[in-house]
């Protein structure tokens, strides 16, 4: 079994600063894929970012220059640091991580952490 569990959500002013976490646990092989997606309320679930351990990093156009992510491979976590945030940034962000499972050979299957909300308000 493999759990993905986030942390760092909140109230942030516009033009503020939020850090998001993320840890994999559980019977990893290896992580190919790791980032992070965000819904508003109304909307569909949308990317914001994926870093995959082999290619290049992929953002979102709306927060390219202001979120930033990270990955430490030997502690499996993946962190998402957000500056000038705005109100459009309002959204539950979801951890995401595309894993092989030990015994599992190649076969790769997708994960979802529980999400973590992020309101951007004065």
């Known amino acids: 079994q493999v759990q993905l569990v986030e942390s760092g959500g909140g109230l942030v002013q516009p033009g503020g600063s939020l850090r998001l976490s993320c840890k994999a646990s559980?019977?990893?092989?290896?992580?190919?894929?790791m980032g992070w997606y965000r819904q508003a309320p109304g909307k569909q679930r949308e990317l914001v970012v994926v870093d995959p351990s082999a290619g290049a990093t992929q953002y979102a156009g709306s927060v390219k220059g202001r979120f930033f992510v990270f990955r430490d491979n030997a502690q499996n976590t993946v962190s998402l640091q957000m500056y000038n945030v705005k109100p459009d940034d309002t959204a539950v962000y979801y951890c995401?991580?595309?894993?092989?499972?030990?015994?599992?050979?190649?076969?790769?299957?997708?994960?979802w952490g529980q999400g973590t909300q992020v309101t951007v308000s004065s």
């Open positions: 995401y991580a595309e894993i092989i499972r030990s015994g599992m050979g190649s076969r790769s299957d997708d994960y």
């Open positions: 559980g019977s990893i092989f290896r992580i190919n894929v």
